[in-house]
């Protein structure tokens, strides 16, 4: 009996420990979950796992997360209002706080700035005081670009084609796209890496952009302040976007040169560059790929998976970059190697709102693998300092020297994969 009474006490004492360890551990997962950076990873993580005996909001977090990452959007915001309005209790209010950002940022960046607003404002009795200061900021920054119409692509019922032009040296070039804008033809840098359409302050002038608010955006390694503005229209070829959110950043060199960022690409679906013909072509008609995604979205920023030889490496795709590179984790795990064979010197940096100089390694050649198809890139820079730690353990970056190795290159952001034919 008093073996018994023993027992009883005992399992009343550590089964709420038990459980309240066992929540512990839910939470600090769910906090990674919503952290993770790496689709691929967190996809792969989430297949070997889900058999087991998941809560039904770990698996909720799992599928939200990578829907984020997949830019599947109205999936995401759906798994987001479930996890809110079912467990919020659960979650706690620092990780519903941010749930209610990330679908708030969702609804911005789609054009719907009152949704936006009003989303954060009937969800803030969800959180704590302190977790709700910044809530109501962002709230108030939507508030300010309410009555902005959303920005609106109109395109012929065809496929519709640019010609590029070459902006830099053989050893480092951007592709420029003619932009009109009342009339009148600027040049921008076609970037697939930039998550907004910018310009200088003095083409905004010149432009007679109409300031909304001010904003910060990021950019490599660092950010500054911008300020955001729209216009009623610019013209690509045979395409008109309307209403473009477009951020005014501070002049940081004198090329004056706009930046074509990819919510304008992401809105028609897919493109191809053709590089030996200076082409872009956006098909009227985005074609299934019919394959396993092998691009991410990371806030705004489009990442690829390849491989070098047998390892996995994740580089953004970035047209706005003059070269390609490898960065700080990429020289971290081959340092002895690549400080036995390469060649040292130093470059300068631009990034938003400011240069930098850094040290870099000069390799002759990187072999490369996207899909079934081998590639190798030349003169390929490797950053022992640089480490974009807003963007995840990125190891590299996919620039114009990379799209240059093909015969064509085609980006669908519908089924979130891309294709190369040398």
């Known amino acids: ?45 989430y297949n070997r796992v889900k058999k087991d005996s998941l809560p039904m909001y770990v698996s909720n977090l799992y599928e939200m997360r990578l829907a984020m990452l997949f830019d599947q959007d109205e999936k995401a915001m759906n798994l987001i209002d479930t996890l809110i309005f079912k467990y919020h209790n659960k ?30 404002r009937s969800n803030l009795h969800l959180v704590n005081h302190g ?39 053989p050893k480092g070039r951007f592709y420029i796209v003619p932009v009109v804008i009342n009339g009148k033809t600027y040049s921008f840098i076609y970037d697939v890496c930039a998550g907004h359409t910018s310009v200088t302050e003095e083409m905004a002038k010149d432009m007679g952009l109409q300031i909304i608010n001010d904003d910060y955006v990021y950019g490599g390694s660092a950010g500054t302040s911008c300020k955001n503005a729209t216009i009623d229209s610019i013209v690509v070829g045979d395409i008109v976007y309307r209403h473009p959110l477009i951020k ?82 990429y020289y971290q795990k081959h340092k002895e190697w690549l400080d036995q064979i390469g060649i040292r010197d130093t470059v300068t940096i631009t990034e938003v709102g400011k240069r930098n100089f850094q040290e870099f390694i000069k390799l002759k050649s990187m072999p490369v693998t996207v899909g079934k198809t081998n590639v190798s890139i030349k003169n390929v820079l490797v950053f022992p ?8 353990d990125q190891q590299g970056i996919f620039g114009t020297s990379f799209f240059d190795c093909f015969q064509k290159v085609t980006v669908n952001f519908k089924d979130m994969y891309v294709s190369v034919k040398k």
């Open 1 to 45: 009996m008093k073996k018994n009474r023993l027992l009883f006490l005992i399992s009343v004492i550590l089964f709420p420990l038990l459980v309240q360890a066992q929540n512990n551990d839910y939470t600090s997962k769910a906090m990674e979950i919503l952290q993770s950076a790496d689709g691929f990873e967190l996809e792969a993580e």
């Open 248 to 329: 005014i950043n501070p002049v940081i060199d004198s090329s004056n040169l706009g930046v074509l960022g990819n919510p304008f690409m992401k809105g028609l679906g897919s493109f191809t560059i053709y590089p030996a013909k200076h082409k872009i072509v956006f098909p009227y008609k985005t074609k299934p790929s019919h394959k396993q995604h092998n691009m991410m979205d990371g806030r705004g920023l489009y990442f690829l998976q390849a491989h070098s030889g047998k390892e996995k490496l994740l580089f953004t795709l970035d047209s706005g970059a003059s070269t390609s590179a490898l960065l700080a984790p």
């Open 131 to 169: 977790d709700s200061t910044y809530l109501i900021q962002r709230e108030g920054h939507h508030n300010e670009m309410r009555n902005v119409p959303a920005p609106e692509i109109i395109r012929p019922h065809k496929d519709c084609e640019i010609t590029y032009s070459l902006h830099g040296t």
């Open 385 to 392: 300092n640089l480490h974009f730690d807003f963007f995840g």
């Open 91 to 120: 979650l706690g209010s620092f990780l519903v706080t941010n749930l209610i950002l990330k679908k708030a940022n969702i609804l911005a960046t789609g054009g719907q700035y009152a949704g936006a607003a009003d989303y954060i």
